[in-house]
């Protein structure tokens, strides 16, 4: 059975940091692609960071570059996201997703609520 559990979502004040984690289960971690997602209220899903299974190339959406960082620990079979100096617009519910190349498989985990108030 594949498992993809994120964790470490809460409410945390503007200009703090949080760090997300994405355990998996069951598959072949270290082939898979990982991304985290973000869907804010009334907005559509949007990419926030994805690392590649070979490389650890990374890549992330310019509203988060330079503040967040996506890493993986293939031994752990998870997979991290740093985010600092966090705005309220970076509220949202954020998802995990374990993918082989082109989506020909993917896995999608529950999610993770992170609040950025005051």
């Known amino acids: 059975q594949v498992q993809v559990v994120e964790s470490g979502g809460g409410l945390v004040q503007p200009g703090g940091s949080l760090r997300l984690s994405c355990a998996s289960s069951g598959l072949a971690f270290s082939r898979f692609a990982m991304d985290w997602y973000r869907q804010a209220p009334g907005k559509e899903r949007e990419l926030v960071a994805q690392?590649?299974?070979?490389?650890?190339?990374?890549n992330y959406a310019d509203s988060v570059k330079g503040r967040f960082t996506i890493s993986r620990d293939n031994a752990k079979n998870t997979v991290y996201l740093q985010m600092n100096s966090l705005k309220p617009e970076d509220t949202a519910v954020y998802t995990c997703?374990?993918?082989?190349?082109?989506?020909?498989?993917?896995?999608w985990g529950k999610g993770t609520l992170v609040t950025v108030s005051s």
């Open positions: 690392i590649t299974s070979v490389g650890g190339v990374t």
């Open positions: 997703n374990a993918h082989l190349p082109n989506f020909v498989l993917s896995y």
